[in-house]
Nanobody
Framework: QVQLVESGGGLVQAGGSLRLSCAAS????????MGWYRQAPGKQRELVAA???????DYADSVKGRFTISRDNAKNTVYLQMNSLKPEDTAVYYC???????????????WGQGTQVTVSS
């Protein structure tokens, strides 16, 4: 099985920083895209940042200039450095990976269980 485990969430004051990590483990043939999504109460899950295996990145407009996504392919790990946090960043953050478990299988989207990020005013 494949498991994505997030860490680094918590409570922080506005203007502070957090660094989220997500490590993929289990049977993995190849990981393609990885990313971070978040879901605030009453809202749809939205893409925060994504990164390809080649290092190309994309960010939601609301986090550009504040968040940085990075990836360590050797460790099957993706990171999200979050600076200048705002109360509106409060959400459950989910790690996502598009990966192929076996060479003969299709690639599939896998999700972590989520980690809570709370930003207080």
């Amino acid at each position: 099985q494949v498991q994505l485990v997030e860490s680094g969430g918590g409570l922080v004051q506005a203007g502070g920083s957090l660094r989220l990590s997500c490590a993929a483990s289990g049977t993995i043939f190849s990981i393609y895209g990885m990313g971070w999504y978040r879901q605030a109460p009453g809202k749809q899950r939205e893409l925060v940042a994504a990164i390809t295996s080649g290092g190309n990145t994309d960010y939601a407009d609301s986090v550009k200039g504040r968040f940085t996504i990075s990836r360590d392919n050797a460790k099957n790990t993706v990171y999200l450095q979050m600076n200048s946090l705002k109360p509106e960043d409060t959400a459950v953050y989910y790690c996502n990976a598009n990966l192929r478990r076996r060479s003969w299988e299709f690639a599939y989207e896998y999700w972590g269980q989520g980690t809570q990020v709370t930003v207080s005013s």
